[in-house]
């Protein structure tokens, strides 16, 4: 088992690695940015450096800062967290080489899923359903022609190398086509230097439903069950919950043997997603993520299991503790993703200093959280500043916690989007778990 660990992050997700190294006995090194300085994960580590200026470009970017502090710090292995270099792996790469573990997949693993037509080829190949769509790169406007006719409108056209809904737009016809192919080539280029797309059959009304995968360096491979995350706004996720409202018995199982095929394909061997998009009965694999999630929370409450320790575990060459019959999905569990944002004025960011911070407690609630009284939000990193996190043994339960967490929790000196929440868990359509992608959307209206 490791003696000490990096974490190379910040926020609620630093504080949680910090965490699970504290109770596996393993110490810890932070690392910061100038405008972190004050933070909790540097207060709460065992030992903190700066690697450099509060743009993210120079410090958690930074890949050399980082290195350095590895070597200086002496620890034996570097946790990556989510965002930032988690999904790099020419970070994984540079760690391994320079002689430390990476608590995150095989570098390999990375690379297949971080090309979107590369990782629909895996899939194709390990028998996971596909959306219907070309077979590849889409060239140019003919080709999409023939494709977009063959599939049916409406289409998506997405970047390759995009992801997370970065990059992808719709088509409802010929004519549409011809300018979304050009803007989507454009936006991929610019946005990630790489102008392939690739097209599909667009689902109009889908559920974002994800599995969660736990993999070791022995060819072991489980799934966790399943999680519901069509709560979203421009594709980034506001409210999840494990067990999704409609998942069956069956179903789970049917997604969850095509999880582990994915996972399977690619020697999988941390903590990941397997993303799906589900529609009357059929779902299809959308992406993998190959990281912890930032919702990698509710399952941990219905499964019972430390996802953040199994990954430490893992990349320590530990097998996995537990056999796929083991697993065993219980209660239900819902996140409140907590921004630092203002939902009456178009989700803006509003970073600033809190003044007066008192968190909710009492049973079924858990805060993982960055922040506490006194704390400043820098206006240069996302805008999660916390998450809330309700359990129960009925989704019913979990409701009534989440309701009343949300009614106690109090955050002074900066606009966070609680009220938003608030809204949500009394808005009817939620409470019949009756959601799909377009629930913010359809629903905004009500939710102001
Ligand atoms: N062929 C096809 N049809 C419908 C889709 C629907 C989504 C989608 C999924 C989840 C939330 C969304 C919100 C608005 C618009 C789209 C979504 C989607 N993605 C891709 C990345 C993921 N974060 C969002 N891909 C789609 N692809
Ligand atoms: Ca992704």
Request: hydrophobic residues 40%; aromatic residues 6%; glycine residues 8%.
């Amino acid at each position: 088992m490791f003696n000490k660990v990096l974490i190379a992050n910040r926020g609620e997700i630093a504080i949680r690695i910090i965490r699970a190294c504290w109770e596996l006995g393993i110490k810890t090194v932070a690392v910061y940015s100038e405008a972190d300085k004050r933070s909790l994960h540097v207060t709460l580590a065992d030992e903190a450096y700066c690697i450099g200026p509060s743009p993210a470009a120079k410090s958690y970017l930074n890949i050399d800062a980082i290195l350095n502090v590895a070597e200086k710090a002496k620890v034996d292995a570097i946790h990556p967290g989510y965002g930032f270099l988690a999904e790099n792996a020419e970070f994984a790469r540079a760690v391994k080489k320079a002689g430390f573990e990476f608590i995150g997949p095989n570098p390999k693993a990375i690379e297949a899923m971080g090309s979107k037509i590369n990782a629909k080829k895996i899939m194709k190949k390990a028998g996971v359903p596909l959306i219907p769509g070309s077979d590849g790169a889409v060239e140019d406007v003919d080709e999409a022609i023939e494709i977009a006719e063959a599939i049916g409108f409406p289409v998506v056209v997405k970047a390759s190398a995009g992801g997370g809904g970065m990059g992808m737009s719709v088509a409802y016809s010929k004519e549409e086509l011809k300018d979304v192919i050009e803007s989507a080539k454009n936006i991929a280029k610019s946005a990630f230097g790489d102008p392939t797309v690739f097209i599909e059959k667009y689902l109009e009304n889908p559920r974002h439903i994800e599995i969660q995968l736990l993999g070791d360096k022995h060819g072991n491979i489980i799934h966790l069950g399943d999680r519901e995350c069509s709560i979203q706004r421009r594709h980034q996720k506001l409210i999840e919950e494990a067990p999704s409202p409609i998942m069956t018995e069956e179903l789970r199982e049917r997604m969850g043997e095509a999880a582990i095929k994915a996972g399977k394909a690619i020697n999988y061997d941390s903590a990941g997603t397997v993303e799906f998009l589900y529609e009357n009965g059929n779902f299809y694999f959308l992406e993998m993520n190959t990281r912890i999630q930032v919702e990698h929370t509710v399952t941990e409450q219905v499964t019972g299991i430390d996802l953040v320790k199994a990954m430490i575990k893992i990349a320590a060459g530990e097998e996995l503790s537990i056999k796929q019959e083991d697993v065993e999905i219980r209660g239900h569990a819902i996140e409140c993703r907590i921004n630092a944002e203002d939902p009456l004025n178009d989700f803006v960011p509003c970073p600033g200093k809190i003044k007066l911070y008192r968190s909710p407690g009492g049973p079924g609630v858990r805060i993982d959280s960055g922040i506490c009284g006194g704390a400043e939000i820098p206006p240069y990193y996302d805008s999660m500043v916390a998450k809330l996190i309700t359990y129960g043994n009925s989704r019913e339960e979990a409701i009534a916690r989440m309701r009343r967490a949300l009614k106690e929790y109090v955050i002074v000196g900066i606009t966070t989007n609680i009220p938003f929440h608030r809204a949500v868990l009394e808005e009817e359509n939620f409470l019949k778990g009756n959601i799909s992608t377009h629930y913010v959307e359809q629903n905004m209206h009500k939710l102001k």
